[in-house]
């Protein structure tokens, strides 16, 4: 595996019970990378990172992360990692402070207390995504937008090298989307992350992203968002009733939102 390459997947099959789910996967991703695996509900995208992560072996086919086994990087915190959103109890005393400072927590063990290299790493997380005001608001009183970003944060804390995020901006609207998207390539920019994300929706993030793989089973497309996505290989990711809009910098309605 080359020095600038993160994560390599050749030839990578997976299946539950007797179903194939990911068929014959070859993906690529480069240090500092910002890539998306879009596709539809039920293609495959969650179970592809999970495959990452070390969560869903392959039955056929090699995965390496920094050179590594999933299976053998997974605990290192090399990794942060974000599922999808689930609902979660509003009402749980917790504050954004107390939510990034569960991976510190975790580094520890449950009971130990955290010493002030572990207080400044979790202030340094929320200041990187904007939320150091916020840090001891009820969590369950903040916007979807800024309960992202202080996920994010708590994936910061760990120091990982990559990070790797499940429809990430599903809760939000378009507008959030775009403050969302935008701090991603700030942190990617800043702190030198490669950033893998899943979406189904291919318009709002293939402005932000350095590549896109597009997932349905297999891998049908997999490059430069500028390059171009033949339609027939949009028709074999999605289907063939939909609407591809794509926001740049001649978009009105992003021009007005700014």
Not at 96 to 106: G, I, K
Not at 118 to 140: C, F, P, R, S
Not at 229 to 235: A, N, R, T, Y
Request: charged residues 25%.
């Amino acid at each position: 595996m080359a020095s600038d390459t993160v994560i390599v997947l050749d030839d990578v099959w997976v299946r539950y019970g007797s179903s194939i789910v990911l068929e014959s996967i070859h993906l690529t991703v480069q240090e500092k990378e910002i890539v998306s695996i879009v596709g539809p509900n039920g293609g495959g995208k969650t179970t592809l990172l999970h495959a990452i992560l070390g969560f869903k072996e392959a039955f056929r086919g090699e995965i390496r992360v920094l050179g590594k086994e999933p299976v053998q990087i997974k605990q290192s915190g090399l990794i942060g990692y974000l599922p999808q959103q689930n609902a979660h109890d509003r009402l749980f005393p917790v504050s954004a402070y107390d939510v990034v400072a569960m991976t510190r927590h975790a580094r520890h063990g449950v009971g130990n207390r955290l010493d002030e290299n572990d207080k400044q790493v979790i202030l340094d997380a929320l200041d990187k995504v904007e939320m150091t005001t916020w840090q001891n608001h009820h969590y369950g009183s903040l916007s979807g937008g800024q309960q992202q970003r202080v996920l994010i944060a708590r994936a910061l804390a760990g120091k990982p090298r990559i990070l790797i995020l499940d429809e990430p901006s599903t809760s939000l609207d378009a507008v959030a989307q775009d403050s969302f998207y935008h701090l991603l390539s700030t942190i990617r920019d800043e702190q030198g992350l490669t950033i893998l994300m899943v979406s189904h929706d291919i318009g709002s993030v293939s402005r932000v992203v350095d590549q896109i793989a597009c997932l349905n089973k297999k891998i049908h497309f997999h490059g430069k968002p500028t390059e171009g996505i033949p339609s027939e290989i949009l028709e074999k990711t999605f289907g063939k009733h939909m609407h591809f809009l794509v926001h740049d910098e001649h978009c009105l309605t992003c021009e007005k939102r700014r």
